[in-house]
């Protein structure tokens, strides 16, 4: 489904919904066969598929509301002097920390921002892109029994505001200065952030590879706050900036399947005319991914989730408001803290840093990793939402 109108910058993101009936597994292959041969999808597809770009960003549905307020504080970003000598810091916190403290800290699962000291004016100011309505809406839809497709309330956008926590950034994570550019450049930097904000206009949480090896066929790539800040600084190497020569980690979530399969949009499979076996197969396998309102129903889930994802080896992406088939791969799913050197160095010091992974002897080991791993983040994805998914009302994004 294309966006809605134009509202102009930073608002929310969403899509349709339903409900979950059951499938057999092996009416699921056969929907999925009938619907790549339906479907007309080039024979040269490219890999990683391109993150789709948007002429504006879309009006929220008023059923996509927040928990926490989305940029709360957000100003526009100034015009600095030309001659001023703008200060570039990289700022890295454990995620949620308002809530969990440094306990995904620990985990190295971390949130990335920049933040920006003017010599001139001795103002300090705080630049982030982060998720609208959550991570938790961002990664899996809801089912609303109205509507027939899965309703998604995902977007990103940049926030900007003055100020930076000192506090927050450098009790359980990271404030260090990267680079110093000109107010000039800061000005151009400031203009291309307005363009990138309005067009690259939802998140994705997922990156999927082929295997864990080196080298390996890159299927889908993530879009969120690390990314954001990748971009920003090689934006800024563009326009000249020297960066210093440090160490900077970043989080990262991958997935692991073969050649995934398209599917089609909202319209090919939900609509009228459209697939109602394939239909019936993407919501069942959505519906244990909710919000949960008790520790009974979140264990149900989680066997739900594990039956599907592990043993049969299906998962269901939504990518650029398309669907693709994943069929996953050992070890399924794994969380890495890896470096991403900055832009003036050497390409060749790339590394991975596993998080949680180790080459264990047993399958039975391996796969007690990745169900630990789909836990985590189906836990943390949902525990900052409300009851069925309804959240109190955020703001739009500041930049």
């Known amino acids: 489904m294309a ?4 509202t102009g910058p930073g608002v929310g993101a969403q899509r349709r919904a339903g ?5 057999a597994p092996g009416l699921w292959a056969l929907a999925l066969l009938w619907q790549v041969a339906a479907a007309g999808v080039p024979s040269q597809q490219q890999w990683p598929v391109p993150y789709k770009r948007f002429s504006f960003r879309p009006a929220p549905d008023p059923y996509c509301q927040a928990k926490y307020t989305f940029c709360p504080t957000g100003s526009p970003i100034p015009a600095m002097n030309g001659d001023d000598v703008i200060e570039v810091f990289r700022l890295q916190a454990p995620v949620w920390e308002f809530k969990f403290g440094d306990l995904l800290g620990h985990l190295n699962i971390m949130h990335d921002a920049i933040g920006f000291r003017s ?4 103002k300090n100011y705080t630049m982030e892109w982060y998720e609208l309505f959550q991570i938790g809406n961002c990664t899996f839809p809801h089912l609303r029994p ?3 497709a899965p309703f998604w309330c995902n977007q990103g ?3 900007f505001y003055e100020g930076i926590d000192d506090a927050h950034w450098k009790e359980n994570g990271t404030l260090v200065q990267v680079a110093t550019i000109s107010g000039n450049t800061f000005n151009k930097m400031a203009t291309w952030v307005k363009q990138d904000n309005e067009t690259g206009i939802y998140y994705e949480t997922w990156t999927v590879l082929a295997s864990p090896e080196k080298g390996a066929e890159t299927w889908f790539d993530s879009y969120d706050c690390s990314k954001f800040v990748l971009r920003t600084y090689e934006k800024l190497a563009e326009l000249g900036a020297e960066f210093k020569k440090i160490e900077t980690n970043y989080t990262r979530i991958f997935l692991y399947s073969g050649e995934p399969t398209y599917l089609g949009n909202e319209t090919s499979i939900f609509g009228p005319i459209g697939n109602k076996t394939l239909a019936l197969a993407i919501k069942k396998f959505y519906y244990p991914f909710k919000p ?3 520790a009974k129903e979140f264990m149900l889930s989680l066997v739900k989730i594990f039956d599907a994802v592990i043993m049969h080896r299906q998962f269901y992406l939504f990518y650029n408001f ?3 088939f994943l069929p996953m791969k050992f070890p399924f799913i794994k ?3 890896e470096e991403i050197p900055l832009p003036n160095r050497n390409k060749t010091l790339w590394f991975i840093k596993p998080l949680f992974y180790r080459v264990l002897s047993s399958s039975h080991q391996h796969i007690s990793f990745s169900w630990s791993c789909f836990t985590l983040v189906y836990f943390l994805g949902f525990s900052l939402l409300g009851p069925k998914g309804k959240m109190h009302r955020g703001t739009t994004a500041a930049y």
């Open 3 to 6: 966006p809605a109108r134009d």
């Open 119 to 122: 010599t001139l004016t001795g």
């Open 146 to 148: 109205e509507m027939d």
């Open 157 to 159: 956008a940049a926030c």
């Open 322 to 324: 398309e669907y693709w």
């Open 335 to 337: 969380i890495t803290y």
């Open 19 to 23: 409900a979950a009936p059951g499938r």
């Open 292 to 294: 949960f309102l008790s």
